[in-house]
């Protein structure tokens, strides 16, 4: 359980959250002062009614999805106005309330399901955004119609922003559906826990799966190259491509990988995040970075890199001509990982390294690793150029 808590910790760190939990815009603010009033008498109806629509429609985008579809039975006027807001559904929301001890109700995945399909059934759409995280595995876990029939709504109604998350704890292994391919509103898309990706295969070259789409977001999910590779064909918009523990595992013609070096939502990364990078059959991987011993978990040919590890042939990409690293030399365990991560890639020609600054206090600066260190074997025999960015000049 521990496990799977880690990797769920890891994919919500990395995916969007909702725009109903984004901070009141100053035109929500102006409303609420104009229903309370500076006394303490009770807002009537007729008060709130004074309201214009678009107001009224910004207060309700901004509620959770069960209290938004709620003020539909206020009255016909708040059932326009609900049917008129562009949708935000997180199923999170969906989830039963903690009991009045502080504990956990059961879950009834069944009913939380539904509750998702009475949802996209009811509200005519357009749909802003859709994050489902909860109710995926079961929906999809009878064959997967339900799953199917969610994504036909989804794409029918024009959701923007979409996305998907499988539970690693639930006990049936869901097959994804390939309607996910089919939602061509899309410009934002993250992916978690897809295994596997849906074969691509009935694409045709060329096409425009995603004409749209600006965010790319695959979380701990297995895509082969050629899906990959359509999947980016069928993209003319991207800008965005974000892997969450990135695992290269058979990709033979695969030359250059570069990895992005910053968080999508840095606000919700703790300091001991760290994701996986693991590189398997890569016989052409000529360019590798920036790897970063902070965040960076490198595996190569099932072998977890740790500092110290020892050179071998499962422990060492030899095709590799250019690295990059991304270091804080005054962390000693980094700046050990550094001399480790370049006995993994014997053969560099050309070395990338920047200079991050540290966020905390680095304590005793520890010279003698540097004194004590063997011989590396690109520096001693293959290495031409060395590039540093961000040089300090710092005693470490």
């Known amino acids: 359980m521990d496990a799977a808590d880690d990797i769920m910790r890891a994919i919500f760190a990395c995916i969007p ?66 049917a008129s807001t562009p949708l935000v559904l997180d199923d999170a929301d969906l989830l ?14 069944r009913d939380v399901t539904d509750a998702v399909s009475r949802v996209l059934s009811a509200h005519p759409g357009p749909f802003r955004c859709v994050r489902l995280t909860n109710a995926c595995s079961y929906a999809g876990s009878r064959g997967g119609a339900t799953l199917s029939r969610w994504l036909g709504v989804l794409a029918t109604k024009g959701v923007q922003e979409l996305v998907l998350v499988f539970l690693p704890v639930w006990p049936v292994r869901v097959e994804p559906p390939a309607e996910v391919l089919r939602v061509a509103s899309l410009r934002r898309l993250y992916l978690g826990l897809w295994r596997p990706f849906p074969d691509t295969e009935h694409i045709r ?30 993209s003319p918009a991207l800008e965005t491509l974000a892997f969450v523990e990135l695992a ?82 005054g962390v000693h365990q980094e700046a050990k990982m550094l001399l480790t991560f370049l006995r993994c890639f014997p053969n560099i020609e050309t070395l990338h390294i920047m200079s991050a600054e540290a966020d905390e206090p680095i304590g005793k600066l520890y010279f003698k690793i540097w004194q004590d260190v063997s011989p590396i074997e690109c520096l001693k025999s293959h290495i031409k150029k060395v590039v540093f960015k961000n040089f300090r000049g710092e005693r470490s």
Not at 48 to 64: G, K, Q, T
Not at 70 to 79: C, I
Not at 96 to 109: A, E, L, S, V, Y
């Open 96 to 109: 039963p309330n903690d009991d009045d001890d502080g504990g956990c109700r059961q879950i009834f995945w």
């Open 248 to 329: 290269v595992v058979v990709a033979p013609r695969l030359e250059r990988l570069i990895l992005w070096t910053e968080f999508p939502y840095p606000r919700r990364v703790s300091h001991d995040f760290r994701t996986r990078v693991k590189i398997g059959y890569t016989p052409e991987l000529m360019v590798l970075g920036y790897l970063e011993p902070r965040i960076h978990v490198l595996e190569i040919a099932n072998t977890v890199i740790e500092a110290g590890t020892k050179p071998s042939p499962r422990t060492t990409v030899p095709s590799v001509k250019v690295v990059g690293l991304k270091v804080r030399f």
């Open 205 to 234: 070259p060329g096409a425009d799966v995603f004409p749209n789409l600006v965010e790319l977001g695959i979380c701990r999910t297995d895509i082969k190259t050629k899906d990959l590779d359509r999947l980016l064909q069928c």
């Open 17 to 82: 959250g909702t725009p109903s939990s984004a901070s009141s815009d100053g035109c929500l603010f102006a409303a609420a002062a104009f229903v309370s009033g500076d006394d303490e008498e009770e807002v009537d109806e007729d008060r709130m009614s004074r309201l214009p629509d678009a107001v009224l429609s910004n207060i309700v985008s901004r509620l959770p999805v069960k209290d938004g579809a709620r003020t539909a039975v206020l009255s016909p006027r708040w059932r326009r106005v609900w």
